[in-house]
């Protein structure tokens, strides 16, 4: 391809506002492309949201829970059994005694049993 052809392209890629042109003829190929020019976005302003309503201070509390709470002394997975066949150590409402297993705690893959 010639010089004067490659111009007269360039001018109309320039003229036409296109940002790209590819030619092919036989083995040569051409792709020619101008950068853009970004436009400015117009910077929107979202109004602040309406403060919510005051919610009625009579909301019923929670129940008081009974029994005792233990936690977890360390974060991992909890299985409430030793395995997916076997049934759960405790159920939900199930009295325990001192030193029964609750659940085992998977903590960086050691299996650890929670006691109460």
């Known amino acids: 391809m010639d010089l004067r052809k490659l111009k007269k392209l360039i001018d109309l890629v320039e003229e036409s506002g296109i940002t790209e042109l590819e030619l092919t003829e036989g083995e040569e190929k051409v792709r020619i492309s101008r950068a853009t020019q970004a436009t400015p976005q117009a910077i929107q302003q979202v109004a602040?949201?309406?403060?919510?309503?005051?919610?009625?201070?009579?909301?019923?509390?929670?129940?008081?829970?009974?029994?005792?709470?233990?936690?977890?002394?360390?974060?991992?997975?909890?299985?409430?059994?030793?395995?997916?066949?076997?049934?759960?150590?405790?159920?939900?409402?199930?009295?325990?005694?001192?030193?029964?297993?609750?659940?085992?705690?998977?903590?960086?893959?050691?299996?650890?049993?929670?006691e109460s």
């Open 48 to 114: 602040a949201a309406p403060a919510p309503l005051a919610t009625p201070a009579a909301e019923a509390a929670p129940e008081p829970m009974q029994g005792h709470m233990v936690e977890s002394p360390m974060v991992g997975t909890f299985y409430r059994s030793s395995s997916p066949e076997a049934s759960a150590f405790v159920q939900v409402g199930d009295t325990v005694e001192v030193g029964e297993t609750l659940c085992i705690i998977e903590a960086m893959k050691l299996l650890n049993e929670i």
